[in-house]
């Protein structure tokens, strides 16, 4: 089983919570947006804890380091079959200064040529009712789950 593990950064505005989401880069997504964006995650390395796994990734999607508290959520199951465990974090990131890795594929496809791609290419502030319909919607249950452990 495919297996990945990511942080939900949360910040609360306006005594409101808002959620920050990453839409995944390349071709493939370029033209995809509701239902598309996700928490910044990433597959475990066989062995690897799933918490050093999910601080790693958010570093390799966005530039930032995360250091602190982290809030245990429940695993969620993508319709794939993939398993994603995630902790939510309360901090603040300006979207514009994220920093993303990237990876390369052939494109176009059969043209023999390769081309690198930022793993994320946006990434945004949402309140609840934005953040469900742009995030996977498989991961509605981790923003369900943060609101209720903090009571909003």
């Given at each position: ?43 475990l390395n066989e062995g690897e804890n799933a918490l050093t796994a999910a601080i790693r ?43 993303s890795n990237t990876f390369e594929i052939e494109w176009p496809p059969r043209s023999g ?40």
């Amino acid at each position: 089983m495919i297996q990945s593990a990511g942080i939900l950064l949360f910040r609360r505005k306006d005594w409101q919570i808002e959620f920050f989401l990453v839409h995944p880069g390349g071709p493939f997504f370029a033209k995809k947006d509701l239902g598309f964006w996700t928490v910044p995650k990433g597959e475990l390395n066989e062995g690897e804890n799933a918490l050093t796994a999910a601080i790693r990734e958010f570093k390799e999607e966005t530039g930032q380091s995360l250091t602190g508290n982290f809030i245990e959520l429940r695993p969620v199951m993508q319709k794939g079959g993939k398993k994603v465990w995630c902790w939510a974090f309360e901090g603040d990131l300006d979207p514009s200064t994220i920093v993303s890795n990237t990876f390369e594929i052939e494109w176009p496809p059969r043209s023999g040529k390769r081309k690198s791609f930022a793993e994320i290419d946006r990434a945004g502030w949402f309140g609840y009712s934005d953040a469900i319909t742009h995030i996977n919607e498989k991961q509605i249950a981790l923003l369900d789950e943060l609101k209720s452990k903090l009571d909003c």
